[in-house]
């Protein structure tokens, strides 16, 4: 399924050891075999994300979410399976076979994508050149005017375009089509003709963290201010929600150096400006709405995010929206207030990188930020005004968790409105009582009460087979019948394993498995994962094996009393009611086991 070979697979997950290598992006514990901590995947205040050593797979009791080492890292670098698995190579230092797909579609699907990047990494060249020829003169005069050194210009990789038909042409003698270049991004097509997207601007690439090119942005050269940038679109290897701008860079400052908070401006030349100031743990994103997925891009590398968008408040306001995606993420996020009117570019060059470090030590956490753009929303001179931003800033309030810090925001409130502390606290707690009645749903539990008694039964002995008990290893797994097409197809996985002598590996099956399945894997893994089980686990998958015979003779009861009803032949009846007897027979004797 996957185009990598088994044997390569094992030898990739025998290297990278899932505690080592979630124990990168998570603080873990040890409580006896298993790993505990907060789950990187969902915001919790207390651990409920178990890896199990053992097994070599983790699962959290909040969200429900399982895997291998090879889904972690899809999950938490936001990365297909093949470029999880080239991660964790690269980690391992092991060389990546050839892929052999059994999936036409998806080779054909493979060899279009890398045939996009060598497009990109080919315009990123050609742009490199022109910025280097003495045609783009207006092109480093801009960089000049911008306080944008050679060697800064170098690092981004900067380049230029000098009109709208050189580019295609280019990669045209270089073997490509126009629909190629057009898919992958590099070109745009207008009647019919191919054309640079970007005519005529400073060109900076955007790079991921392999180190391929995967966009590009173009900035107007001429000082005219109608669409300034020009960003190239979404293609099959690029998706702005899933990046940041500068990302390959921040990841070896990371590696080389460490970091300890990431600062997220708006615009590509911010990014510029302030790594060449010195502040190298900078990145731009794609706009103001965070994804979840750049939220734990985020935290892979810093919990500790400051964000520093431009000073005009229309763009302040519409980035909350954004921000609440990394709080919930579990980001702690502090907002870097800009001067009016200016951004990160601005301050540098006009106030310089001492006046932005100010800057950075006032920055506000989230909460006062977003009282402060209510202060500037609502006109508290008036009556309405004032009531709206009452209700309001209660309602902001009521999201910190601290009663210290709810205090003192209530304090900032009564000042500015001069209504007394106690009717602010009253309308607190009213709100409080609100939203706590209106939360009455309750988070679904995969434990051994969830589903029916069937399926918790069928979960546990499958469970109980996957890790090698010797309780069920007694049994022979071939005589239990199952009823989803998941367990069924668990117990072929299992049933090989045992005929060929060798013991399951659980996360194997994330591999074998279809993606439809891995919900029922989750279960299964929150089974085992369960600490201080208070039962006789023997006794308990006896009881298990008598429930799902009791299903199967029960199902074959209802098949045959069917079948005997609709059967008009009278000798025909005669045989079906002597197989119904003796199931009947079959299925009284087990209930007095």
């Not at 508290?380 to 709206?388: A, E, L, Q, S």
């Not at 029916?452 to 797994?477: C, G, M, T």
């Not at 299903?551 to 009278?570: A, P, V, Y």
């Amino acid at each position: 399924m996957s185009g990598f070979d088994s044997r390569f697979l094992e030898e990739l997950k025998n290297k990278n050891d899932i505690v080592d290598i979630v124990g990168k992006y998570v603080r873990l514990e040890q409580r006896g075999t298993n790993f505990w901590g907060r789950c990187p995947f969902h915001h919790e205040k207390t651990a409920s994300f178990c890896v199990n050593s053992l097994g070599q797979f983790y699962y959290c009791f909040g969200c429900h979410q399982s895997g291998d080492v090879i889904r972690f890292i899809m999950e938490i670098e936001a990365l297909d399976f093949s470029d999880a698995v080239r991660f964790l190579a690269e980690k391992a230092n092991i060389p990546l076979p050839e892929i052999k797909y059994d999936d036409d579609k998806v080779k054909e699907q493979k060899q279009k994508k890398q045939r996009y990047l060598d497009i990109l990494r080919e315009t990123a060249f050609f742009y490199v050149r022109n910025i280097r020829s003495e045609k783009a003169g207006a092109h480093l005069d801009y960089l000049d005017k911008r306080g944008i050194d050679n060697e800064t210009a170098v690092k981004f990789g900067m380049g230029a375009s000098l009109d709208f038909y050189s580019l295609p042409n280019h990669l045209r003698a270089k073997g490509y089509s126009d629909q190629e270049m057009v898919l992958s991004g590099a070109c745009g097509e207008k009647d019919g003709r191919c054309f640079d997207w970007l005519g005529k601007r400073l060109i900076i690439p955007l790079i991921d963290q392999f180190g391929n090119v995967v966009s590009f942005a173009g900035r107007r050269i001429d000082g005219v201010k109608e669409q300034k940038y020009i960003n190239t679109k979404e293609t099959a290897v690029f998706s702005k929600g899933k990046t940041f701008f500068n990302l390959n860079n921040l990841k070896k400052v990371k590696n080389e150096k460490g970091i300890d908070s990431v600062i997220i401006v708006e615009g590509h030349l911010d990014v510029v400006s302030l790594v060449q100031a010195g502040f190298t743990n900078v990145v731009a994103s794609m706009g103001t709405a965070f994804t979840k997925d750049q939220a734990r891009i985020l935290k892979r590398f810093s919990e500790k995010v400051y964000i520093s968008f431009d000073g005009d408040f229309a763009g302040q306001k519409a980035a909350i929206r954004g921000l609440e995606i990394l709080k919930e993420e579990g980001l702690d996020v502090k907002v870097i207030a800009m001067p009016d009117g200016m951004d990160p570019d601005d301050v540098i060059k006009k106030l310089g990188a001492d006046a932005y470090r100010k800057l950075m030590i006032d920055a506000k956490p989230l909460i006062d930020f977003k009282l402060d753009i209510l202060k500037k929303t609502f006109d508290i001179t008036t009556t309405d005004g004032k009531r709206k931003f009452i209700t309001n800033a209660i309602r902001v309030i009521k999201e910190s968790p601290s009663p210290a810090e709810q205090e003192d925001l209530l304090k900032i409130v009564r000042d500015l409105t001069k209504v007394t502390y106690e009717s602010l606290r009253r309308e607190l707690y009213s709100v409080e009582e609100k939203v706590d009645g209106e939360q009455t749903a309750e988070l679904p539990q995969f434990n051994d009460n969830a589903g029916d008694k069937v399926e918790v039964a069928s979960r546990f002995v499958l469970a109980s087979y996957a890790f090698n008990k010797p309780y069920a290893l007694e049994n022979d797994i071939n005589t239990v019948i199952f009823s989803l097409p998941a367990h069924n197809a668990i117990k072929e996985y299992l049933a090989e394993k045992i005929a060929m002598g060798e013991k399951a590996r659980f996360n194997e099956l994330y591999d074998v498995l279809p993606e439809e399945y891995h919900d029922e894997l989750s279960r299964i893994a929150g089974l085992e994962t369960e600490e201080n089980k208070r039962f006789d686990e023997a006794k308990y998958f006896a009881d298990c094996l008598k429930t799902l015979k009791t299903d199967n003779i029960n199902r074959e009861i209802e098949r045959l009393t069917k079948l005997f009803k609709e059967e008009t032949d009278s000798e025909k009846r005669r045989q079906i009611a002597t197989v119904l007897s003796a199931k009947i027979a079959e299925k009284n004797k087990l209930s007095k086991i």
